[in-house]
Structures are given as C-alpha cells and as structure tokens.
C-alpha cells in the first residue's frame, strides 16, 4: 500500500488559494489519489479523486503529474469554514474499502 | 436526513464496562465499516462487513466484537473496556467493496475513566 507524505500544517487567511502537495513515490498502477476532508467533530467527507493528470469539481482542484509521484490539492478562494483535516490517500479498488488514513494537514485558515 | 447515523455521540463510561455504540445508514449500501481514531488523529480501519458477512477484521482485540443485524445496520460492542479505548470511533458506509469513496458518521466520541 503506498505512503503519503504531506505538509502537516498549513496557514492561510480568507481569500487565498491554498495549495496542499502530497507526496506518493511509490503509487501503483492500479491505485487513485483522494482526498478527504475532515472538519472538527465530524467524519472524513470525500472531496475529489484522479487518477492523472487534472480533475476539477465545485469544491477543489486536483493536480496530478504524469509520474503520479505526488498531488497537489487546490482550494481556490478558501473561508473560514474550510479550516479542517485534509488527508490524502492513495487507494487501490481492491483493497476492500480499507483506507489508509495519514496524519492529514491541519489547514488553518484565518481573517 | 444523516446518511450514516450513530449513537451515542459522547459515551463516558467506567474501565471493566461493557458498552456498545449504533450505526444505521440510509444510502442503501452494502457495506459498513468501523474505523478508529486516536489522540494523534490517525484514522485506523477496524471492521468491514458485505451484507452481514465481516471481510476486514484488522487485528482487533477480540473484546470489540461487531454485529450486524441487516446491511443497513452495524453496531460495535465493546467487552471490559479499558482505558486505551478511549478514542473517536466512526461508522461508514459504501456501496460495494470495490470503491475509493466512503461515506463516515459523526464519530461516537468514547472516555474510559
């Protein structure tokens, strides 16, 4: 199963574009990248999911290069209430729904 | 309406206890998963169940036994609790087992004293 590394804390102040990279040197194949947010007192909430290249929804960005070695997650124009967890994962359909959950990045974001 | 719903939410309870917390989920999947969260906020996958029929078992210590009654419920009890079971437990929820996206409660926040 393959390892993300990503910043463990991030500040930012309303307005900005917040960038989030993560790190997966040893990706598969057969594996996709998602990300998951998790707000205080709640449970992990799916953001988005690619395979390569870009994906783009109402709620982020998602950049992959074509080595899919790492992620980079775009939030454009965050508020105060996209202060949250942010976990990247690497995730292989096969695994059974069996997630791996890093430490996540505590994105702060401030007025 | 919740689409992964569990009960309690807070749970303070004695160490020796026994308790259990319940998970209901309306989004006709058929699968339902517990997942554990420390102090150090690592997320932990601890259950999955297909149908009523357990397909993950991560190396839990046999005190939490899950039950499913039907496969829109999974319920977690817990024997003889101890005090490093203090933890954030949630209950999920996807359809199938061949999927990236998985639908979490509210987390049943648990203090053993």
């Known amino acids: 199963l393959a390892k993300t590394t990503q910043p463990i804390s991030m500040d930012s102040y309303e307005g900005q574009e917040v960038n989030i990279t993560c790190s997966h040197n040893?990706?598969?194949?057969?594996?996709?990248i998602t990300w998951y947010q998790q707000f205080p007192s709640q449970g992990p909430r799916f953001i988005i999911q690619?395979?390569?290249t870009k994906v783009t929804n109402e709620v982020a960005s998602l950049f992959i290069p074509a080595d899919r070695k790492s992620s980079t997650l775009s939030l454009p124009r965050v508020s105060l209430s996209d202060t949250a967890v942010y976990y990247c994962?690497?995730?292989?359909?096969?695994?059974?729904?069996?997630?791996?959950f890093g430490q996540g990045t505590e994105l702060s974001v401030k007025p | 309406d919740t689409a992964v719903s569990q009960t309690p939410k807070y749970l303070v309870t004695q160490m020796g206890n026994d308790k259990s917390i319940k998970c209901e989920q309306n989004?006709?999947?058929?699968?339902m998963y517990w997942y554990k969260q420390d102090s150090k906020k690592f997320l932990k996958i601890m259950f999955s169940?297909?149908?009523?029929?357990?397909?993950i078992n991560e190396t839990v210590p046999n005190r939490f036994s899950p039950k499913s009654p039907d496969k829109a419920h999974l319920n977690l009890h817990i024997n003889s609790l101890e005090l490093g079971d203090s933890a954030v437990y949630f209950c999920?929820?996807?359809?199938?087992?061949?999927?990236?996206?998985?639908?979490f409660g509210e987390g049943s926040w648990l203090t053993v004293v």
């Open positions: 999920a929820s996807s359809q199938g087992t061949v999927v990236t996206t998985i639908y």
């Open positions: 040893n990706i598969a194949t057969n594996d996709y």
């Open positions: 690619g395979y390569k």
């Open positions: 994962l690497v995730v292989t359909n096969n695994q059974g729904g069996k997630l791996i």
């Open positions: 989004l006709g999947h058929d699968t």
């Open positions: 169940y297909n149908n009523k029929e357990l397909i």
